[in-house]
């Protein structure tokens, strides 16, 4: 048996794929430490897990950034990017390094099981030495020349003209908002490190294991991809037992499309993607389900909904997955992947977070169209759905990527891999396997 230590950002995007991992690890005789914000205690218990709360370190819960940060919102949208960087991913790294240590030590762990974007991660291998694996649950952000700067939500090629513009782009950005990279390398300075060139994260590729949580076609391609990435199929949080389902639940079998429209537990202005889209879709023969996470909008009071329109804070969505015939999302990376695994062909409207990458990467898989917007009009949001409703193409596109899912058992598969790091304690390589 061995001791794993697992440390994921405080976000329900990043803690809930780390469930079913440490599940499969407990199953397997492990010992599980789970170090994130304390908000996720009761999840990490489900898992059979145990907790580790913050100490020292401190954590940005994405699912109530706004709430904590109510400026966020007032920032122009290039300035979004920055900020994210310095508050949630460099700001808490000293902190978040000192109780990973402290974890590490406590508990004799063999190996640490890291977020990719938990940038402390590094420093637990680069200052002691100890093992240490990433598992990414957000689209793979590994430069390469042939991949835009991550967050531009660009299609990627290896063009020389676009080679060009990646690194201008990648070179005006880091004068214009030098501050993330700065503190970065101030902290790395501090504890003796040499500093980092381009981003943050630039220490974050782990030599020994790297998994990334989707298939290959749901990855840009790369001319240069390290030979520990190993891709393992989407993860994606264990059903919850079956539950009272609500009275307009068996409308979902009549003859006519049925649209799932949400934007997550993130983004809680619900005027962004989730009205405008009831509005287009209002009075068409849709049946259109709306899930709000708890948020409520005055647009959605359910005396005034339009007939076909049917909202719910949560629903359970392996039961509701097999009656959609398309989804309107702002791209979360598991909610997409969990309807792709359907089959269903998705509208994407995201631009925050890493979800201008994610809808990015849908679009150029053929599987649904990218709004590129964080607000799309009401006309434009009629017209993508009903494209995607009536274009087979799209649903073809989507079935492929099923398809490529469906063979994949990623919570044994991340495993596996890890058994075989602390085993040999030499890099996992995919070339070898």
Request: include cysteine.
């Amino acid at each position: 048996m061995s001791t794993i230590l697992l440390a994921t950002l405080a976000a329900s995007g990043h803690v809930n794929p780390f469930g079913p991992v440490a599940t499969e690890l407990v199953e397997r005789g492990h010992r599980v430490i789970w170090y994130t914000g304390t908000a996720y205690a009761d999840r990490v218990a489900r898992s059979s897990a145990e907790f580790a709360p913050p100490e020292d370190g401190r954590f940005v819960d994405l699912d109530r950034l706004t709430d904590e940060y109510p400026e966020f919102l007032s920032l122009p949208s290039e300035a979004r990017g920055p900020w994210f960087l310095e508050h949630v991913f460099v700001r808490p790294v000293p902190g978040q390094y000192r109780d990973l240590k402290a974890l590490m030590a406590r508990y004799g762990a063999d190996v640490l099981l890291a977020d990719s974007t938990m940038a402390a991660a590094s420093l637990i291998h680069e200052l002691h030495g100890e093992l240490w694996a990433t598992l990414s649950v957000a689209p793979l952000a590994i430069p390469d020349p042939w991949v835009p700067p991550f967050g531009k939500g660009w299609p990627p090629g290896g063009q020389p003209w676009l080679r060009i513009r990646n690194w201008y782009t990648e070179t005006s950005e880091r004068r214009r908002f030098p501050e993330p990279l700065d503190q970065m390398n101030v902290i790395r300075r501090e504890l003796g490190l040499s500093p980092v060139r381009s981003s943050p994260f630039d220490a974050n590729l782990t030599p020994y294991l790297y998994v990334q949580a989707t298939v290959a076609e749901f990855e840009y391609p790369r001319r240069r991809l390290p030979e520990q990435v190993h891709f393992v199929g989407p993860l994606f949080p264990a059903v919850p037992p079956p539950g009272p389902l609500p009275d307009w639940w068996p409308k979902l079998e009549k003859d006519r499309p049925v649209v799932l429209v949400t934007q997550g537990t993130g983004a809680r202005d619900l005027g962004e993607l989730v009205v405008p889209t009831v509005q287009a879709l209002a009075g068409q023969d849709i049946t259109v389900v709306v899930t709000t996470a708890g948020a409520s909008h005055p647009d959605l009071d359910p005396a005034s909904l339009p007939a076909n329109v049917h909202v719910e804070p949560f629903l359970p969505y392996a039961e509701l997955m097999p009656h959609l015939s398309a989804m309107v999302t702002n791209g979360g990376y598991g909610t997409v992947q969990l309807a792709l695994a359907h089959g269903v062909p998705i509208v994407a409207a995201g631009v925050t977070e890493d979800k201008p990458e994610v809808c990015a990467r849908l679009a150029w898989s053929g599987a649904g169209i990218d709004l590129r917007s964080k607000r799309p009009p009401v006309p434009v949001l009629a017209e993508a759905v009903r494209t995607v409703l009536i274009d087979p193409g799209y649903r073809r596109k989507a079935s492929a990527m099923r398809t490529a899912f469906a063979g994949r058992r990623a919570p044994q598969e991340v495993a596996v891999l890890l058994e075989e790091l602390i085993a040999t304690r030499r890099p996992v390589l995919a070339t070898r396997r």
